[in-house]
């Protein structure tokens, strides 16, 4: 059993390696359109979502939607992590304010909660 496991080892080490190699001759991907900025990134993810839809409510799809479908999901994929992080920012002028109405602080009520709704109010309107 002992004498299995350095020749289970270098199996995986090849196996590993083999991977790697792969990973590496994978020709560089498209990056999609930046989303540097919270409304850059709404603007690109509302529309980069009417292309899609454009593309799915299609009979059939070709092969050149499918790669269409592919190169819009990285401008998709990078607007929605820019907003998932301004969302998850959200949470904290929010948690300010629910803590400054229960402590009666209005000047901290009106300066965060300014704060919430100006970045907000940039996803919804």
Do not use: C
Request: charged letters at 20%; zero cysteines.
């Amino acid at each position: 059993m002992f004498r299995l496991i350095p020749a289970i080892l270098v199996l995986l080490s090849f196996l590993v390696s083999g991977v790697v190699v792969a990973a590496e001759d994978r020709p560089e991907h498209f990056k999609g359109l930046p989303a540097d900025t919270l409304a850059q990134a709404v603007a690109n993810f509302s529309e980069y979502n009417g292309k899609l839809e454009g593309l799915i409510q299609q009979e059939h799809l070709s092969p050149q939607d499918m790669h269409e479908v592919h190169m819009l999901t990285y401008t998709l994929e990078n607007a929605l992590a820019k907003i998932q992080a301004e969302l998850a920012a959200l949470a904290e002028p929010l948690e300010a304010v629910h803590l400054a109405s229960e402590r009666s602080a209005p000047e901290t009520v009106k300066k965060q909660g300014q704060v919430y709704l100006d970045n907000a109010r940039q996803i919804i309107e």
